[in-house]
């Protein structure tokens, strides 16, 4: 089955600088990729996300990488903010698309 | 906006008993799902559902548990006999297209078996 690898467990940067968050998946056929944000004791969010049909998408601050012949993708935030600090989970919908496949999650700590 | 939503909010019991979350999914949604993440872990799924019958379940998901969808708006985890690791963050999710495409996630009910 599907398994979704993290990197890094834990990150941390300065007001405006920017971050990036690695994953790679393990099963060629997955083809959704989304990306959740989760806070202290809250829901996972979706932030953003990608079909295996598209290299890149941008959402303002927020953009997602793919490269399906290494099977990794990666989220980057540019311009951080205090309130981008939180848990971040990438996830692989498996081959069915009957279930996500979370990674471990990155501890973004963005400091003033 | 639309939200999924869950309770309770915190359940405690006592090992061995039996436990229900509930769930009212976003109400055009047809695809529903129940994850976990016990604490500081990553989150980890269970069980998909759709038509009215399990799409997909993993591991985890054995016999003591079961879902149903008893009527058109609620969607519920039961768990048969809880076990001390059954502790953990239940989340109930649900998305409107197959693929699992923007799936979205409820609250959240805290399970602690003491």
């Known amino acids: ?112 | 906006e639309p939200e999924v939503t869950q309770t309770p909010s915190h359940q405690v019991t006592q090992m061995g008993q039996e436990v229900i979350l509930r769930c009212v999914p976003i109400s055009n949604h047809l695809y529903f799902y129940w994850y976990r993440q016990i604490l500081g872990q990553k989150v980890e799924f269970l069980v998909s559902f759709y038509n009215n019958e399990i799409s997909e379940k993993s591991e985890i998901f054995d016999d003591q548990f079961s879902v149903e969808r008893p009527d058109g708006s609620n969607f519920t985890l039961k768990i048969r006999s809880t076990k001390l690791e059954d502790s953990a963050m239940y989340f109930c999710a649900s998305s409107l297209t197959q693929g699992a495409s923007s799936t979205f996630f409820g609250q959240g009910t805290r399970l602690t078996v003491v």
């Open chain 1, 1 to 112: 089955g599907e398994n979704v690898e993290q990197h890094p467990s834990t990150l941390s940067v300065q007001e405006g600088d920017s971050a990036v968050i690695k994953c790679t998946y393990s099963d060629s056929a997955s083809n959704y990729f989304p990306w959740y944000k989760q806070e202290l004791g809250k829901r996972p969010q979706l932030i953003i996300d990608i079909r295996s049909n598209v290299g890149e998408k941008k959402d303002q601050r927020i953009a997602v990488t793919l490269n399906k012949t290494a099977k990794h993708f990666s989220l980057h935030i540019t311009e951080t903010q205090p309130e981008d600090s939180a848990v971040y989970f990438c996830a692989a919908a498996n081959q069915a698309g009957t279930a996500l496949i979370f990674g471990k999650g990155t501890t973004l700590s963005v400091s003033s």
